[in-house]
């Protein structure tokens, strides 16, 4: 079985109850075989984020994953923001940065029945690197059918990026994504998108969306969530619906500075969370997963099911690569 190997590294926060909230298999620390459990949880790993894009059908998720994508990859061959530096102060914008190439909100989109619907029925993971932190972002249905997509994803995630349609406001499967996510104990960072839509109000959505998280029974911690308004379609982001940047440097800053690292255990013993199936003419069945303890190698033998099988390793790109490790 051949396995895609994602570097998001491990587990979860530390909060008030957080360690019986969340499955075993998000805590590592707690059954590492032969020793005893661990007191506190494993640092975090500041160069890593890994985040669950979640919000209710057409309310602009894939969107603006592809503009997230643009705008870094503009930035990266322009030479901006390539190291690590402190996400503080003003934000600066770029003026030059051009809207949306028309058809990017479709890329991640790949199966024909996707294409046909206009919709995600499958959760779908890419990568980025914004101030030299690796930004894992999987785009999820939206669509109430397809829920256990959803879930899958939210296992695989540190934080969430919740969109609500700035007309709109909050509908019935913003409830549910987002009753998951606190279940969950995930970090929000609130995306008020399509600001630039007819009859869009996007501080009534705001406002309706934070009665939706007291609603939902929400700690006052979980209460103080950072807001981004956005436009997916322009590229556009910004802290204030009426002063709007011309790119999404703003958004990507929110992740960064207010969403956390994964917690990791590198010196575990090796756990594997699989979050999809698939299978490669060429490389046979292939895992797409989460490394959350140890790590991987290409030709490791690894034991799933009771079975013993040789994993291979391939990058999100598909492209070979040694390993991976939490």
């Given at each position: 079985m051949a396995a895609q190997i994602a570097d998001v590294g491990g587990g979860a926060r530390p909060g008030a109850g957080w360690t019986s909230r969340l499955p075993l298999s998000r805590r590592p620390w707690l059954r590492r075989s032969g020793t005893a459990a661990y007191s506190t949880a494993p640092p975090q790993r500041p160069d890593i984020r890994n985040v669950a894009i979640v919000a209710h059908v057409d309310h602009g998720k894939t969107t603006l994953v592809a503009g997230m994508l643009q705008f870094a990859r503009q930035a990266m061959e322009r030479g901006q923001l390539s190291s690590l530096v402190p996400v503080s102060g003003a934000l600066a914008s770029s003026s030059s940065a051009p809207l949306l190439d028309p058809g990017a909100g479709r890329m991640l989109d790949s199966a024909a029945l996707e294409r046909e619907r206009g919709i995600t029925i499958l959760a779908r993971n890419t990568s980025l690197r914004w101030r030299g932190v690796k930004l894992n972002v999987i785009d999820t249905p939206g669509h109430v059918d397809f829920g256990g997509e959803v879930e899958r994803a939210l296992c695989m995630a540190d934080g969430v990026l919740l969109l609500v349609d700035a007309a709109e406001g909050p509908m019935?499967?913003?409830?549910?994504?987002?009753?998951?996510?606190?279940?969950?104990?995930?970090?929000?960072?609130?995306?008020?998108?399509?600001?630039?839509?007819?009859?869009?109000?996007?501080?009534?959505?705001?406002?309706?969306?934070?009665?939706?998280?007291?609603?939902?029974?929400?700690?006052?911690?979980?209460?103080?969530?950072?807001?981004?308004?956005?436009?997916?379609?322009?590229?556009?982001?910004?802290?204030?619906?009426?002063?709007?940047?011309?790119?999404?440097?703003?958004?990507?800053?929110?992740?960064?500075?207010?969403?956390?690292?994964?917690?990791?255990?590198?010196?575990?013993?090796?756990?594997?969370?699989?979050?999809?199936?698939?299978?490669?003419?060429?490389?046979?069945?292939?895992?797409?997963?989460?490394?959350?303890?140890?790590?991987?190698?290409?030709?490791?033998?690894?034991?799933?099911?009771?079975?013993?099988?040789?994993?291979?390793?391939?990058?999100?790109?598909?492209?070979?690569?040694?390993?991976?490790?939490?």
């Amino acid at each position: 079985m051949a396995a895609q190997i994602a570097d998001v590294g491990g587990g979860a926060r530390p909060g008030a109850g957080w360690t019986s909230r969340l499955p075993l298999s998000r805590r590592p620390w707690l059954r590492r075989s032969g020793t005893a459990a661990y007191s506190t949880a494993p640092p975090q790993r500041p160069d890593i984020r890994n985040v669950a894009i979640v919000a209710h059908v057409d309310h602009g998720k894939t969107t603006l994953v592809a503009g997230m994508l643009q705008f870094a990859r503009q930035a990266m061959e322009r030479g901006q923001l390539s190291s690590l530096v402190p996400v503080s102060g003003a934000l600066a914008s770029s003026s030059s940065a051009p809207l949306l190439d028309p058809g990017a909100g479709r890329m991640l989109d790949s199966a024909a029945l996707e294409r046909e619907r206009g919709i995600t029925i499958l959760a779908r993971n890419t990568s980025l690197r914004w101030r030299g932190v690796k930004l894992n972002v999987i785009d999820t249905p939206g669509h109430v059918d397809f829920g256990g997509e959803v879930e899958r994803a939210l296992c695989m995630a540190d934080g969430v990026l919740l969109l609500v349609d700035a007309a709109e406001g909050p509908m019935p499967q913003t409830r549910g994504v987002l009753q998951r996510a606190l279940r969950n104990d995930l970090p929000v960072v609130l995306v008020v998108n399509k600001v630039d839509r007819p009859g869009a109000d996007p501080h009534a959505a705001a406002a309706a969306t934070f009665d939706l998280f007291v609603d939902l029974g929400a700690s006052d911690e979980q209460c103080e969530y950072a807001t981004v308004f956005a436009s997916g379609a322009q590229g556009r982001a910004g802290l204030d619906p009426a002063r709007m940047e011309d790119d999404l440097q703003c958004l990507l800053d929110a992740v960064v500075r207010h969403l956390p690292g994964p917690r990791v255990e590198p010196d575990a013993p090796l756990q594997l969370l699989v979050a999809d199936l698939d299978h490669d003419p060429h490389k046979g069945r292939i895992a797409v997963g989460r490394v959350i303890a140890g790590g991987i190698s290409r030709g490791d033998e690894v034991v799933h099911g009771g079975g013993v099988e040789e994993k291979g390793g391939a990058g999100e790109d598909g492209s070979s690569r040694r390993g991976a490790s939490a």
